[in-house]
């Protein structure tokens, strides 16, 4: 239908064979440069040029053409080599970074562990000691003696016979404090726990207990069936697990008690119980002994394994001041991030929210797995709340036991997904934006300002890379050096969260060389469309953002 030339002008074939073989990339070209127009009655006119050069005939367009496209070629080749030169910087400057960071990587791998301090020692050693003679006992004692440091209270949920008074015992023995054991029951009264009533006291018409030798004055308890306590027996016991206070006739008076030690077959089945049961922070399940054990459980019977043997010598080991103060100096000296924070924010929504059925968790709770987490970084020698003391929070958020494994699964979910690496490539999608608005405009001060908030982000990623990179190449030395962790805790982690590691490790490697790229860039004030080039899938996301909220 349309004539693309005139009769008078040669044919298109005519042309093509009058160019050498290096000019057949004109005719692309001219085709950019040429459109076909039609006059106000649709009748076709020949082709007009869109420049200041009139169209006399194909070989003068093809010769303007060929002209415009070799200042085009020169410019392209402009670009290229500022494009070689900034992707050279950065080969260069990621390299560097690298090789220091292998090196801190390698130092690092020499002593994983974050030093012996004394308090680190002892724990080390008190659960050692508690753990002698004990089959698959490993992580009920940790969490009592995490309990224990924190001031807390540890439930153990299992059937009788499975070592749960004998673990109470040996705490006692470690602290060397006084110690109380009572079995409850349906018929049980406040005298079996408080103590009996003062007969002078009464001859004074005082209502008063007689509490020597009994929980208010103890320092260890155990208390077995716990939730057979009837109301009688509620209301002091809360307050005493709580408040470290009891009342005795018109006085309130303080406790010593340091950690009870609860256990029963079964969890609590009226509302009444519900706030006794809260005041346990710890929870856990305690199963028999597995049947892979049970051969060197009959070795332990017949005296073929060494039994537990408490110490006199508690020097080495922690003391009474260890376990009254220990909580007091975590918090103060133990920093929580807020990356640690978003976690337990975000695992405490989904735990009320999202999950199914639904596992309340209430502000005291809440509050005390934050003060938990301190301690457990604090007795382990370290500053800060790390990803493995995340982990017990599987023995805290729970309601039932078989909220454990929800609540440990969106804790290793949580730290695969790595929060502070999202937020972080967030604020890099911001520094783009910024900075193809601030190159187009041409703003210096801008410009530099952009450039500094880059450098600031490379640290911040850098930084991280390397925490990734030390967990995947030295095999998660931080969970596999927890105190607080047993091994089949550990292992099963690491499990989970090494295909997670390499790929965030991808990620961030990836990140680091785009800031050093966007840096490079604002450096030397490129051109939007060259940044364009530089990082592609950066700007179709910038630009998607900008049509989204067109």
């Known amino acids: 239908m349309l004539s693309t030339v005139p009769s008078a002008t040669p044919t298109r074939a005519a042309l093509v064979s009058g160019l050498s073989r290096g000019d057949h990339g004109v005719l692309s070209s001219l085709r950019t440069h040429i459109v076909k127009t039609k006059d106000d009655e649709g009748v076709c ?58 090196v801190r990587i390698a130092a690092a791998g020499e002593d994983v562990s974050e030093g012996e301090q004394e308090l680190r020692h002892h724990v080390i050693k008190s659960i050692e000691m508690l753990q002698a003679g004990l089959l698959e006992r490993d992580m009920e004692v940790r969490l009592m003696l995490l309990a224990a440091l924190c001031g807390e209270h540890l439930l153990l ?24 054991e009572r079995l409850l029951t349906r018929f049980s009264v406040p005298e079996e726990l408080f103590g009996p009533l003062s ?92 049947k892979g054990q049970l051969a060197d459980l009959a070795r332990l019977a017949s005296g073929g394994m060494a039994p537990y043997a408490s110490s006199d010598d508690h020097t080495t080991y922690l003391s009474l001041d260890d376990f009254k103060y220990t909580g ?31 596992i309340y968790v209430s502000d005291r709770r809440f509050m005390k797995a934050v003060n938990l987490m301190q ?53 890099f999608l911001g520094l783009f934006g910024r900075s193809c608005n601030a190159l187009e405009q041409g703003d210096g001060e801008d410009i530099a300002a952009i450039l500094n908030d880059c450098r600031n982000l490379n640290d911040i990623l850098v930084s ?31 499990q989970f969260l090494s295909p997670h590691a390499e790929e965030n490790k991808s990620k961030l490697e990836d990140m680091v060389k785009e800031t050093l790229i966007l840096q490079n860039a604002l450096a030397n004030k490129v051109e939007g469309g060259i940044l364009e080039k530089l990082l592609p899938k950066r700007f179709k996301q910038y630009q998607k953002g900008i049509a989204d909220k067109a």
């Not at 299992?158 to 470690?174: C, D, H, N, Q, V």
């Not at 105190?483 to 089949?488: G, T, V, Y």
């Open 157 to 180: 949920l299992g059937p009788p016979g499975t070592a749960k008074s004998e673990l109470s015992r040996r705490l006692s023995s470690l602290t060397g404090g006084v110690y109380f």
């Open 199 to 290: 007969i002078k006291g009464l001859e004074q018409d005082e209502y008063t207990r007689k509490t020597d030798g009994y929980l208010p004055t103890a320092e260890v308890a155990f208390i077995d069936e716990i939730f057979k306590a009837n109301s009688a027996i509620l209301n002091a016991l809360l307050t005493l697990l709580n408040e470290r206070l009891f009342d005795n006739g018109a006085e309130r008076l303080p406790v010593p008690l340091l950690c009870l030690v609860g256990a029963s077959n079964e969890l609590p089945e009226s509302e009444e119980l519900d706030a006794l049961y809260d005041r346990f922070l710890i929870r856990k399940s305690v199963d028999q002994v597995s």
């Open 45 to 102: 006119r020949p082709l007009q040029r869109v420049s200041h050069v009139s169209v006399r005939s194909p070989y003068m367009t093809a010769r303007a053409v060929r002209a415009d496209e070799q200042g085009s070629s020169v410019e392209d080749a402009k670009t290229v080599q500022i494009i070689s030169n900034v992707m050279n910087v950065v080969e260069l400057e990621w390299q560097t970074i690298a090789d220091e960071m292998r």
């Open 375 to 427: 301690v457990a970084a604090y007795a382990d020698g370290r500053s800060h709340v790390s990803e493995s003391d995340c982990l017990l929070l599987e023995y805290v958020m729970g309601n039932k036991p078989d909220d454990s494994e929800k609540v440990r699964r969106k804790v290793l979910d949580i730290l695969a997904s790595d929060i502070g690496m999202q937020q972080c490539e967030l604020l």
């Open 328 to 358: 007091a100096r975590a918090i103060e000296a133990v920093d929580i991030s807020d990356e640690m924070i978003d976690l337990l924010t975000e695992l405490r929504n989904y735990l009320q929210d999202k999950c199914e059925p639904p």
């Open 464 to 494: 991280r890379l390397e925490n990734v990179r030390e967990s995947v190449e030295l095999d998660f030395p931080h969970l596999k050096s927890s105190i607080w962790l047993s091994n089949a805790n550990v292992n099963s982690a690491i």
